[in-house]
């Protein structure tokens, strides 16, 4: 009779490391997590030169999970705010080979600074293209590719499409 016992103990011990085990591990392989700051500086090709015609681009990236959020802010050259686009989404795929996030768009909000009128290029042709998209499908894809990386400077170079935009990027979480 202590035999049983003895194995029934062990099969439960065994059992409870075996879902400990499991559970840490779908953890570790959900808690994905990105974090960049990035900057650009936009200049309007029709403006000639004029200090009109260049801004300051701020993205600020946050992958948690499978939850994305991606805040466009722009500036005009004298610090002021000339407009903010913020999306929000899923990631539907990493590419692993690429360092490629691919994103499905659910929600998209602009601001209100007398629309359109003041925006800079970029942003009036980044709220266009999404609004093509959401308005066809209901979902806008972006993806954000790391064209370089160097993790002992925590920076990245990346390349968000489908606006164009290449930007230097301080890496202040990186857990994929």
Same mark, same amino acid.
């Given at each position: 009779?202590?035999? @049983?016992?003895? @194995?029934?103990?062990?099969?439960?011990?065994?059992?409870? %490391?075996? !879902?400990?085990?499991? *559970?840490?591990? @779908?953890? =570790?392989?959900?808690?994905?997590? %990105?974090? =960049?700051?990035?900057?650009? &500086?936009?200049?309007?090709? $029709?403006?000639?030169?004029?200090?009109?015609?260049? +801004?300051?681009?701020?993205?600020?990236? =946050?992958?948690?999970?499978?939850?994305?959020?991606?805040?466009?802010? +722009?500036?005009?050259?004298?610090?002021?705010?000339?407009?903010?686009?913020?999306?929000?989404?899923?990631? &539907?795929?990493?590419?692993?080979?690429?360092? !490629?996030?691919?994103?499905? *768009?659910?929600?998209?909000?602009?601001? &209100?600074?007398?629309?359109?009128?003041? @925006?800079?290029?970029?942003?009036?042709?980044? #709220?266009?293209?999404?609004? %093509?998209?959401?308005?066809?499908?209901?979902? $806008?894809? =972006? #993806?954000?590719? *790391?064209?370089?990386?160097?993790?002992?400077?925590?920076?990245?170079?990346?390349?968000?499409?489908? #606006?164009?935009?290449?930007?230097?990027?301080?890496?202040?979480?990186?857990?994929?």
């Amino acid at each position: 009779m202590a035999r @049983w016992l003895k @194995w029934t103990i062990n099969l439960v011990i065994l059992t409870a %490391l075996i !879902t400990a085990c499991s *559970v840490i591990y @779908w953890q =570790l392989m959900t808690n994905r997590t %990105l974090i =960049l700051n990035c900057s650009s &500086e936009l200049f309007d090709r $029709h403006s000639h030169g004029n200090v009109d015609g260049k +801004y300051y681009l701020l993205v600020d990236v =946050l992958i948690a999970a499978n939850n994305a959020q991606v805040n466009y802010r +722009y500036f005009n050259f004298d610090g002021t705010s000339a407009g903010t686009i913020s999306m929000q989404g899923k990631v &539907e795929k990493i590419e692993a080979n690429s360092m !490629t996030y691919q994103i499905a *768009v659910q929600t998209k909000t602009e601001s &209100e600074l007398e629309k359109h009128k003041d @925006w800079p290029e970029h942003m009036k042709y980044l #709220s266009y293209i999404s609004s %093509l998209h959401f308005n066809a499908s209901g979902i $806008h894809n =972006l #993806s954000i590719e *790391v064209l370089d990386m160097d993790d002992t400077k925590d920076y990245a170079v990346v390349l968000f499409q489908p #606006s164009n935009t290449v930007c230097g990027c301080r890496i202040v979480n990186s857990r994929i």
